[in-house]
């Protein structure tokens, strides 16, 4: 079955300090990988997109790092900000249907 | 600001009730898709609209249903209201058809169902 699992459930970190939200998926074939930060009662904002050919992507203080032979990925935030208080969405493009496959999220609280 | 919008922010309504759920994709952008988020449940796509015409369907209930008018907003209906139909409903828009092009998603609605 394709599924996308995601560690922790949830996190609380201090500000300034980095964490790294875990992914794992069974999704197979595998077409990419995005993750997402959802603020709380809002809409998901992407923040990267990686495919089968990509180990690591940035976006500022957010890296993405992807090991397809082991269909894993993290998403590493360094020196965290109380803005990254937020849920973290893996999404997994892929399967026989190739849909997208949400995992449940990470929620993160950063605190001073 | 993704640029899509969604009304109303938040609806309150009673079992068996049916309420209409309204998005405005981003400027250019032909596709329109619709997830519910339940507590503590990710994302469930529901229904993808391209150019006026349903293109995919997901895990949507037979009482709910959508569609997408010539001006490219979308309605989502919602009949025969349940208690677990409460959750926060996001629309989505992106410029093709398909999964390749990036998804906007908008501020949701969040609807209440007592």
């Known amino acids: 079955k394709n599924q996308v699992e995601q560690s922790p459930q949830s996190l609380i970190i201090l500000e300034g300090k980095n964490c790294t939200l875990q992914c794992n998926y069974t999704v197979s074939p595998f077409s990419n990988l995005r993750w997402y930060k959802q603020d709380t009662g809002r809409g998901p904002v992407s923040l990267t997109i990686?495919?089968?050919?990509?180990n690591t992507k940035s976006n500022g203080r957010y890296t993405a790092t992807l090991d397809a032979d082991t269909k894993q990925s993290s998403l590493h935030i360094t020196a965290s900000q109380l803005s990254d208080s937020a849920s973290y969405i893996c999404v997994v493009r892929g399967g026989a249907t190739n849909k997208l496959i949400f995992g449940t999220g990470t929620l993160l609280a950063v605190q001073p | 600001d993704s640029g899509v919008t969604q009304t109303p922010k938040h609806l309150i309504t009673a079992t068996g009730q049916r309420v209409t759920l309204r998005c405005s994709p981003r400027?250019?952008?032909?596709?329109v898709y619709w997830y519910q988020q339940s507590l503590d449940q990710g994302l469930q796509f529901l229904i993808h609209?391209?150019?006026?015409?349903?293109?995919a369907k997901g895990n949507i209930l037979e009482r709910f249903s959508a569609q997408q008018f010539p001006d490219l907003h979308s309605e989502l209906n919602l009949s025969s209201l349940e208690l677990g139909d409460s959750a926060l409903y996001f629309c989505?828009?992106?410029?093709?058809?398909?999964?390749?092009?990036?998804?906007?998603f908008g501020p949701g609605t969040r609807l209440t169902v007592t």
């Open positions: 989505a828009s992106s410029v093709g058809q398909t999964l390749s092009y990036e998804q906007y």
């Open positions: 400027s250019g952008d032909l596709s």
């Open positions: 609209y391209y150019n006026g015409e349903e293109r």
């Open positions: 990686m495919t089968f050919s990509e």
